[in-house]
């Protein structure tokens, strides 16, 4: 295995990519009491449409998580008791664009690793298990819908996009799950679950080669082949529509405005770009921008404002929200902010205190074996060193902040979704 | 993990770490938790994260913050056993990877001043900071109805400690917010500076002597006298009838939550019994509420250590109420008849020595520990706990579960139900 130092940010990383196509990564952590494996595939909510054997085919609205939930099953009974007997904390993920298998155990390590890798390459569905889960997912899916956090996202994406499958929810809706069969969930398991489709990531005390030695030895021989995806015809540059509104049974107003970006590609440009657009944040409506702290002192927000900025596969926005009496004028102030930032430039010293306070959030996230494993797999399936980040933050200038605030914060590419409380929820209460 | 004294009722606990890429640090002030003080214990740490003499407001702090590195700063307010911890608590990223800065000395400097020396007006708090901290934690503390799950949480302690401290809002009510004026928050403030414990608590590459030398610099002009001390926590037996409380509002699934008391002072065995009955995603509620019978996407149990009680959560479909209870009741039952397999005996011992040892490789986590010991006056500490679970027998969880006494079940259901 091939062995790095990473000296500005203190860290240690063996590679290496199996016969198989398996990239394998151990992050060396000799002072942690636990050890931590992180198994991802690059398969996630968006990827509904694909092409198999020469056959694009369309598959339900929440299949990814269909599949991630039913993949703990196995022929002698369930993965998780498995891990359980050996004290490890499971769980699982489906992103937009990822599926991710990870454990934490600070007790037999090695076997824990084999009953991981085993449960998510070797699928056993059957009509029973599969038809029982529908229950589950759907109480799941009734909790997110009643949660305002989720549901104002959802709105957005709504507002943001007409055809991307970014405005689908990655659990499906209760009726899209309906459709799903054991027949489906092998097909979909044997398009994606390959080795060459997927990466293994370790964090803890542990060796490298006996990690990638037990990765060759429970893994399949052959990597499987390259599935091209579609994610819906080209998107426009403008949302699909401006505003989004639901009445809920929350305690004040709650928004989320968002602003529809240029896709990015991958490589090192996608991580340069996404430090780039995390700037543009602290810069425009973080703690320390003086637009925080005016909204703020007049009322306007409270603590929960805050955003972030999302790359996803044919998709990028930058999204911002939180509570607040009047969502709509907040979000107008934060619009015209953007103008002005571009049209008048940063303050220097501003700039260069975001940027130290920004570089330490970087170092900080890596207190997170679960930041580090999602930070380096993304990067291993598109296409950079998620380690070289103090190198690519070093290459980020004012101008570039400038440039992103002026094109693609702007009032034609933003949208937003508001949750209002239920009528009289206000007046019952004061 | 050493804890000594600074000061008259002021204490400092020391964990040398190099594992880390931040220093953590963390100042709080311990008090009794009483209906007429939680409000302004809560409303007072706000205010003063609003701003100090050197850094008078957010923008001036939050600049000084972004120039530590982007140092963290958040006040806290928490209630362990029946006590309000409140205060701030911070981190920065570690000297080692900034060479040649020192961050210690300035991080332990701002604690002190947030304490000692806030911005002020005509040297009392300042109005337009009171008035707009009042005005956010009443927002905040109302919008606890939008995570159901947390508040049917705290409803259910809420019912079923009512007149017990432990029943009590961490934060306070807001009515009881909006009633604090300037002048009440001045005089409190001045009431409970000197008299509070404090405890400070750091986790980093420092030395102890360094941190005690800075912390002892930064708050040397914190008075002290008329010391209160913490509480200690009541316990009190379940009602001959379990209580049933019902709520209705506009929701789509229902949260069901169950809480018990035990008069076990065996708390190593109700902590492994409770891992099996409810605490792990192996649980006997996990298995059989979920997955068995898939009546829920979630069904758990905590154990609040301290009080000695045990509540249950679940989402569930409003129509599933009695066969959810039924169910978790059945389960308890096998507990206390020894019904289980050895893994799962094995499995929740395994998994509360992992969670222990987790424990330590996280700064917060030991923050949070050390604290929690220090407001309830415990001497527990993580190779005791890891120990003690290590010695549970099956004899003992049977015991465990038999403890258990219904007390209250509290049901939140939507409105066509």
Same mark, same amino acid.
């Given at each position: 295995m091939e062995t790095r130092e990473y000296p500005r940010l203190g860290e240690t990383v063996s590679r290496q990519t199996l016969a198989n196509g398996l990239e394998v990564m151990v992050v060396h952590k000799p002072y942690h009491a636990k050890s931590y494996a992180f198994f991802a595939v690059r398969y996630g909510g968006m990827d509904m449409r694909f092409c198999r054997d020469g056959q694009w085919r369309d598959t339900p609205a929440g299949i990814a998580h269909y599949l991630e939930h039913k993949m703990f099953d196995t022929p002698q009974g369930n993965a998780l008791q498995e891990l359980a007997k050996n004290g490890a904390v499971e769980n699982a993920f489906t992103s937009g664009s990822m599926t991710a298998y990870y454990f934490e155990s600070t007790e037999h390590f090695y076997d824990n690793l084999r009953i991981l890798l085993d449960f998510v390459s070797v699928p056993w569905f059957t009509e029973e298990s599969v038809a029982k889960e529908q229950g589950i997912i759907a109480q799941e899916i009734r909790m997110t819908e009643d949660d305002p956090e989720w549901r104002v996202y959802e709105g957005l994406m709504a507002c943001l996009y007409r055809e991307s499958p970014v405005r689908v929810p990655v659990a499906g809706t209760v009726e899209s799950i309906r459709a799903i069969t054991p027949q489906l969930l092998y097909d979909c398991h044997r398009a994606f679950y390959t080795p060459g489709n997927m990466v293994l990531v370790c964090v803890g005390n542990m060796e490298p080669e006996r990690v990638a030695a037990i990765a060759g030895e429970v893994l399949p021989a052959e %990597?499987?082949?390259?599935?091209? %995806?579609?994610?819906? %015809?080209?998107?426009? *540059? #403008?949302?699909?529509?401006?505003?989004?509104? #639901?009445?809920?049974?929350?305690?004040? *107003?709650?928004? #989320?405005g968002g602003y529809k970006c240029r896709p990015c590609g991958g490589g090192e440009a996608l991580l340069r770009r996404s430090i780039i657009g995390d700037m543009a944040c602290d810069v425009l409506f973080g703690d320390s921008s003086p637009l925080y702290t005016r909204l703020y002192e007049a009322g306007e927000i409270n603590g929960s404002l805050g955003g972030n900025f999302d790359i996803m596969p044919g998709a990028a926005y930058l999204y911002v929200g939180g509570d607040a009496r009047d969502p709509r004028k907040v979000f107008a102030a934060i619009t015209a902010e953007a103008r002005r930032l571009a049209e008048e430039g940063i303050d220097e010293t501003f700039y260069q205190q975001i940027r130290r306070a920004a570089y330490g959030q970087a170092i900080r996230s890596l207190n997170s074996f679960e930041n580090i494993a999602v930070g380096l797999g993304e990067g291993c399936f598109r296409g950079f060193d998620y380690y070289r980040l103090p190198e690519v933050f070093d290459s980020v200038t004012k101008a570039d902040v400038e440039a992103f605030l002026g094109e693609e914060l702007t009032e034609e590419h933003a949208a937003i979704s508001i949750i209002r409380p239920l009528d009289g929820r206000q007046a019952e209460d004061a | 993990m050493a804890r000594q004294m600074l000061m008259d009722n002021v204490y400092l606990t020391h964990i040398p770490s190099e594992k880390f890429k931040t220093a953590f640090f963390s100042a709080q002030l311990v008090m009794p938790l009483r209906k007429e003080t939680a409000g302004r214990n809560a409303l007072l740490v706000n205010v003063l994260s609003r701003g100090t003499l050197r850094f008078p407001d957010m923008g001036a702090l939050s600049a000084h913050l972004d120039r530590l590195y982007g140092a963290r700063l958040e006040p806290t307010v928490r209630k362990k056993g029946e006590n309000q911890v409140f205060g701030f608590v911070a981190s920065c990223v570690d000297e080692r990877f900034l060479p040649?800065?020192?961050?210690?000395?300035?991080?332990?400097? &701002?604690?002190?001043?947030?304490? &000692?020396?806030p911005a002020t007006r005509n040297g009392r708090l300042r109005g337009d900071y009171v008035d707009s901290e009042r005005a956010n934690l009443a927002?905040? =503390?109302?919008?606890? =109805?939008?995570?159901?799950?947390?508040?049917?949480?705290?409803?259910?302690?809420?019912?079923?400690?009512?007149?017990?401290?432990?029943? &009590?809002?961490?934060?306070?009510?807001?009515?009881?917010?909006?009633?604090?004026s300037l002048q009440r928050l001045n005089s409190h403030y001045q009431a409970i500076l000197p008299a509070a414990r404090l405890e400070l608590f750091y986790c980093g590459a420092a030395p102890e002597k360094r941190v005690a030398g800075a912390f002892t610099r930064a708050f040397a002009a914190l008075p002290r006298q008329g010391a209160v001390e913490p509480a200690a926590t009541t316990r009190r037996p379940a009602p001959e009838q379990c209580r049933v409380v019902e709520e209705t509002m506009d929701v789509g699934q229902a949260k069901l939550g169950m809480g018990f008391r035990t008069d076990s002072r065996d708390m190593p065995?109700?902590?492994?019994?409770?891992?099996m009955f409810g605490g792990t995603s192996n649980s006997k509620l996990f298995l059989n509420v979920r997955e068995k019978l898939s009546l829920c996407y979630y069904a758990g149990s905590t154990y609040h250590r301290s009080k000695g009680l045990v509540t249950v959560s679940s989402g569930i479909e409003a129509a599933n109420y009695e066969r959810a209870v039924a169910e978790i009741l059945a389960q308890l039952e096998a507990l206390k008849e020894g019904r289980w397999e050895d893994w799962e005996f094995q499995g929740a011992r395994s998994s509360l020595r992992n969670s222990l040892l987790s424990l330590e490789d996280s700064a917060a986590g030991l923050e949070d520990f050390a604290v929690g010991q220090a407001a309830v006056g415990g001497d527990e500490s993580i190779p005791l706990l890891l120990e003690a679970v290590s010695a549970v027998t099956p004899e003992r969880v049977r015991e465990a579960a038999a403890s258990l006494q219904s007390d209250t079940i509290y049901f939140l259901k939507g409105k066509e139900a």
């Open positions: %990597r499987g082949e390259e599935i091209p %995806r579609c994610y819906g %015809r080209e998107e426009g *540059p #403008l949302p699909c529509c401006k505003e989004k509104e #639901l009445a809920m049974e929350v305690s004040m *107003p709650q928004f #989320l | 040649g800065e020192r961050l210690l000395e300035p991080m332990a400097d &701002l604690l002190g001043e947030l304490f &000692l020396s927002d905040l =503390i109302r919008s606890d =109805i939008n995570d159901k799950r947390l508040y049917a949480a705290r409803r259910l302690l809420e019912e079923m400690c009512a007149g017990e401290p432990y029943g &009590l809002s961490r934060l306070g009510t807001a009515r009881e917010v909006e009633r604090i065995a109700v902590m492994v019994m409770n891992s």
